[in-house]
C-alpha cells in the first residue's frame, strides 16, 4: 500500500524525492523478507536436528 501511495505521489508530483523514498520502502521490505525467510529456515534446521537426537 505504501508502495501504491509513493508511486502515485510520484507520476503526480515528479518530484524524484519521493521515488527515492519508494526504493528506500522497497529495499527495506525486502531485507525483512529476507531476514524472516532465514530466521525460519534456522529454526526449520535446528528443529528437525532436535529430533533426531532423541532415543
Known amino acids: 500500500m505504501i508502495k501504491?501511495?509513493?508511486w502515485n505521489t510520484f507520476k503526480n508530483t515528479g518530484n524524484i524525492?519521493?521515488?527515492l523514498e519508494?526504493?528506500?520502502?522497497?529495499?527495506?521490505?525486502?531485507?525483512?523478507k529476507a531476514?524472516?525467510?532465514e530466521i525460519t529456515k534456522s529454526k526449520g534446521n535446528n528443529?528437525?536436528?532436535e529430533n533426531?537426537?532423541?532415543?
Open 35 to 37: 531476514e524472516n525467510y
Open 47 to 49: 528443529n528437525s536436528g
Open 4 to 6: 501504491e501511495l509513493a
Open 17 to 19: 524525492n519521493t521515488f
Open 22 to 32: 519508494l526504493k528506500q520502502v522497497t529495499d527495506i521490505e525486502e531485507n525483512i
Open 52 to 55: 533426531s537426537i532423541r532415543f
